[in-house]
């Protein structure tokens, strides 16, 4: 037997903070998760699987466009035609009511537990390999309870266990949390999971599986997406994984460090130089450029790599990479005399609290539903207190400089 598992495709998910790109790339840049589904689409038939299994949030929301559902039935409709079983789940995204799918349910399509409901499905391979899968989906975008209480035990046949959820820790998890103790007592023999982004594989036995999402969306979802292809030995009942990369955008994360200040030009060729040491054979990587070392930059350059148009001037010296986000980090501040530092040890206790933070910030909220995300996200605030500490600490060395 053998079966792909996918799951948070976010079909009309936005991709955030890349509207400074050309036009046309960032409508490529938009279609870049219907592609990574077509490939998976491609890869089910290809392979001739028995099964396609999406574990959940296939759309970005519970009111996906109607391109969107277009698109989804297009690509479902080629796995029944080759008489491909499909089982699907909705996750807290899309968490939706089985009518409201423009895919209507068959023989070879199936959108198991409606309303949050436990349901089993039997199935038999045309090789007659019998399996089962059992599952449920969203009604609400929170679930608070561990549904998997409620399943049933094994079956005699190949059991899968299919669930958008998260793994219970503390009190905060809404996503049908679940323990992997009570996954060991059931002993399917497969569990296949949606909902984590990152590819893991919790445990082997019985093997407890996320897939990640399908297509990269930001820079905190890094490396090849795209889904897994499973193989079963039907006399032993083992399965093999194997990864199949189908996003056709990647987001990486590269390093350059400062020893030494360098001038504009030079600056510019190491970051060139970076891009094009991310780049990968057959995709787009986009690059997100930690820079450490900043103190040796001018307050000049410091300001233009802020620019997207210095982003674009980089990327035009690469092949598939492309330059997409730009961060610094302070190695050691520059040397300020014990009255400076003082002041400026005064001024990030005044500037750079959390509470003055969150006032600076109040009246862009408002303004931007995106600026909320970006407001709550550590990585973000800790990349604005390192770019004003290398400011302010430039301004107060310049003024010590001059006698002022």
């Not at 870049?32 to 699987?49: C, G, K, Q």
């Not at 949606?194 to 599986?209: D, E, F, N, S, W």
């Not at 400076?340 to 005044?350: C, H």
Request: proline letters at 4%; a negative charge; aromatic letters at 8%.
């Amino acid at each position: 037997m053998k079966f792909i598992h996918l799951a948070d495709a976010h079909l009309d998910s936005p991709f955030r903070g890349l509207s400074f790109l050309p036009k046309s790339e960032y409508q490529e840049i938009k279609d870049a998760a219907n592609e990574s589904f077509t490939r998976i689409i491609d890869l089910a038939v290809r392979e001739a699987v028995d099964l396609v299994l999406i574990a959940g949030d296939t759309f970005d929301s519970n009111k996906p466009s109607p391109a969107s559902q277009v698109f989804f039935k297009k690509e479902i409709d080629r796995l029944t035609a080759a008489g491909i079983q499909v089982v699907m789940i909705f996750g807290n995204h899309d968490y939706m009511r089985k009518s409201d799918l423009l895919v209507k349910e068959g023989p070879h399509f199936i959108l198991l537990g409606d309303g949050e409901q436990i349901e089993r499905k039997d199935f038999t391979t045309k090789s007659g390999f019998a399996y089962n899968v059992t599952g449920f989906s969203y009604a609400h975008n929170h679930i608070e309870e561990d549904l998997l209480m409620q399943f049933p035990e094994k079956a005699p046949s190949f059991t899968i266990g299919l669930m958008h959820a998260g793994q219970a820790a503390g009190q905060n998890n809404v996503y049908a949390p679940f323990t992997l103790e009570r996954m060991r007592e059931l002993g399917y023999d497969y569990f296949a999971l949606g909902h984590i982004h990152a590819r893991q594989t919790l445990l082997a036995k019985p093997l407890v599986v996320y897939p990640g999402n399908i297509q990269g969306r930001d820079i905190g979802e890094l490396g090849a997406k795209g889904c897994y292809l499973v193989e079963v030995d039907e006399e032993s009942r083992q399965s093999q994984l194997t990864f199949c990369p189908t996003s056709q955008i990647v987001w990486e994360q590269a390093n350059l460090v400062l020893d030494a200040p360098l001038s504009a030009s030079d600056l510019a060729d190491k970051i060139a130089a970076t891009l094009r040491a991310h780049e990968s054979a057959g995709v787009k990587t986009f690059v997100s450029l930690k820079l450490t070392g900043s103190e040796y930059l001018t307050p000049d350059q410091l300001t233009f790599w802020q620019d997207p148009a210095a982003w674009e001037e980089a990327s035009s010296r690469a092949n598939s990479a492309r330059l997409v986000d730009f961060r610094v980090k302070v190695r050691g501040l520059v040397q300020l005399s014990s009255t400076d530092q003082a002041a400026l040890d005064r001024a990030k206790v005044e500037i750079l609290s959390e509470e003055k933070i969150k006032q600076l910030a109040a009246s862009w909220i408002k303004k931007d539903p995106e600026a909320r995300r970006l407001a709550e996200n550590p990585e973000f605030l800790a990349q604005v207190k390192e770019l004003v500490s290398v400011k302010l600490a430039d301004r107060l060395q310049d003024i010590g400089g001059s006698g002022e």
